[in-house]
């Protein structure tokens, strides 16, 4: 008889990856905007390079914590933290700097929503369940 193990994620971590999936991709496509790259989505935005990198960079770690979830490697947990607390440095960088010059709805309404967003994983990742099917159960904050 074939004995097999059950290797699936608990549904909290399914829940952080798919939303982290969704960050990455929203902060790529925000950093290719910001480049004065034209993409298909329905607006254009004005080429910002510190903008570009700042997102490109949270691109980059949000998509490095996804890449040690799915590889589930001991740091995950570390490494999503990490990456969401970037990002949400990035994105009240990001509010401040529109709210201090000309800015349009999408990047207002755009800002917050990621924000909420970031803050949810955050408190999921939090919270026993996640930190014990991360790789941080025993050791705190």
Known sequence: MIETTNRSFPAIVKVIGVLIVAEAITFLLAALLHLGIQLPVGFSEHQIIPAAIVEGLCWLFLSLSLYAMFARQTWTWRAAVAAHIF???????????TSRGPGDEANFIYHRVILVVLVIV????ATPGARAALGRS???L
């Open 122 to 125: 955050l408190a999921l990742l």
């Open 87 to 97: 990002a949400v440095v990035g994105v009240l960088l990001g509010i401040y700097a």
């Open 138 to 140: 025993n050791q705190s």
